[in-house]
């Protein structure tokens, strides 16, 4: 079983549509949490930390829930432009070892 | 603009002949690491340098090494690369003193391996 798991998608969406995507990690020592974004062939990029209280960043929403070891990334409206990879990613407590899913593909069409 | 930069962004090598990967950052970070990203597959962290403690994942090949010869330069030497290594070779950076662990990344170096 892989540390951190992402359903691989592709999620195919319109234009405005709200879409979720999940993720789970295995080790419960897992200290910090994010959502990266990763364009076709380019490198990743942070979209979001995600916190314990949930956090909002415009149309973005990611969550959080320790008990269940699992993540959430919530886009609404989505536009063209949300097109890409959606990359989970889990850092150890006490280091820097960073564990990455291996992404969830969003298609927005118009 | 502070970044982190990659050279070259396109590597070819043949079977068995070495090469090294640079990165290098403006941003002052301590910590610096490299990452393997083959097709469709989540980047694969090889080592991470905290300023000079170097940190070799347990998985990572011997073929794989790396240097730090100071806090901006990081190199990834490929002593005998094989077909299997053709990959995006990914630089990152983070600070201790930012938000936990959060990465900068530069734009890679594409690998390709005859």
């Known amino acids: 079983r892989k540390e951190v798991e992402q359903d691989p998608g592709p999620f195919n969406v319109p234009e405005g549509a709200t879409v979720a995507f999940n993720c789970t990690y295995s080790n419960s020592a897992s200290q910090s949490f994010f959502w990266y974004r990763q364009d076709c062939r380019k490198e990743p990029k942070l979209l979001m930390s995600?916190?314990?209280s949930g956090n909002e960043d415009g149309r973005f929403t990611a969550q959080l829930n320790r008990a269940s070891q699992y993540i959430s990334l919530l886009i609404r409206d989505s536009k063209l432009s949300d097109s890409a990879t959606y990359l989970c990613v889990v850092n150890r407590a006490g280091g820097f070892k960073t564990i990455f899913g291996a992404g969830t593909r969003l298609f927005v069409k118009a | 603009d502070a970044m982190v930069i990659q050279n070259p962004r396109y590597q070819v090598t043949q079977f068995g002949k070495p090469v090294t990967l640079s990165c290098s950052q403006t941003l002052n970070h301590n910590v610096m690491y490299w990452y393997q990203q083959k097709s469709s597959q989540a980047p694969k962290l090889l080592f991470h340098y905290y300023d000079k403690d170097f940190n070799n994942e347990a998985d990572t090949p011997d073929n794989f090494q790396s240097r730090r010869p100071n806090t901006s330069f990081c190199f990834l030497d490929i002593r005998s690369p094989g077909l299997g290594d053709a990959a995006m070779y990914l630089c990152?950076?983070?600070?201790?003193?930012?938000?936990?662990?959060?990465?900068?990344f530069g734009p890679g170096t594409r690998l390709t391996v005859l």
């Open positions: 995600v916190y314990s």
């Open positions: 990152a950076t983070s600070s201790p003193l930012g938000p936990p662990n959060e990465q900068f």
